[in-house]
């Protein structure tokens, strides 16, 4: 009999008039193949000089997952599903399309600067003071942010994302041409401490927190490799 297996998901944190709700996309089915590629950040540094470090960086380095989904909604619409038998997987594609859009201003939270330089004089026209006098005026605008996003790929890996890349491509369609079967490719690119840090929202300190778990729970698992290595590494060594 075979065993029961996690399912992978993607958790954004949808802002409400009460309490941010999650929209949880569980993966129906969990992808076979996962591309997990890394980056290595920008150099710190001037490379021409001669006391330049060449393993000195700015920052963590960049990690990215791409995978492909697949949606089918044969099961659901045998079992009675109302919203599979009167939208296939509509729903489905449409909560993952949602994560590729700005969320917008909501309540007028998000706001950035723009900054505009004046002049001031005496008289209040537009002449500057002694032609020399100026001050930078900042005023607010509204912003957009896309919505950060929890990748959960079991207990060990749930670290924040933002959604860089959606393709899908629809297969199969009901009589009034809902999709029914179709995949999803997806690119995800990690948000790092920095990025982190100026990501505002109520998945915030979430967000946080996933990636400071994921990292240590990655350098204790680097550590526990150190016992299968030593032993075999200690005679290579010109020491």
């Known amino acids: ?80 599903n109302p919203i599979a038998k009167a939208t296939g997987i509509a729903s489905r594609l449409a909560a993952l399309e949602m994560l590729m859009y700005p969320t917008g201003a909501a309540g007028g939270g998000l706001l950035g600067s723009v900054s505009a330089s004046v002049s001031v004089s005496a008289g209040g026209v537009g002449a500057s003071l002694g032609g020399s006098a100026a001050s930078a005026a900042t005023r607010q605008v509204p912003q957009s942010e896309v919505p950060a996003v929890l990748f959960v790929w079991g207990p060990g890996r749930i670290v924040p994302v933002r959604v860089t890349g959606l393709s899908i491509e629809e297969k199969l369609y009901d009589e009034l041409l809902n999709p029914t079967h179709a995949e999803a490719q997806l690119e995800l690119r990690v948000l790092t401490p920095e990025e982190l840090a100026r990501v505002s929202g109520p998945l915030k300190d979430v967000a946080k927190a996933a990636y400071t778990y994921s990292q240590v729970l990655r350098q204790g698992l680097a550590v526990a490799n150190l016992a299968n290595s030593v032993e075999s590494i200690v005679g290579m060594l010109p020491l």
């Open 1 to 80: 009999m075979p065993g029961k297996f996690m399912k992978g998901a993607l958790v954004e944190f949808m802002p409400t008039v009460l309490v941010p709700l999650p929209n949880v996309i569980i993966f129906q089915f969990n992808p076979e193949t996962i591309r997990h590629v890394w980056t290595q950040p920008e150099a710190a540094g001037d490379a021409q000089s001669q006391n330049h470090n060449p393993l000195a960086v700015r920052g963590m380095p960049g990690e990215s997952f791409s995978f492909t989904l697949v949606m089918d909604a044969n099961d659901q619409i045998a079992e009675g």
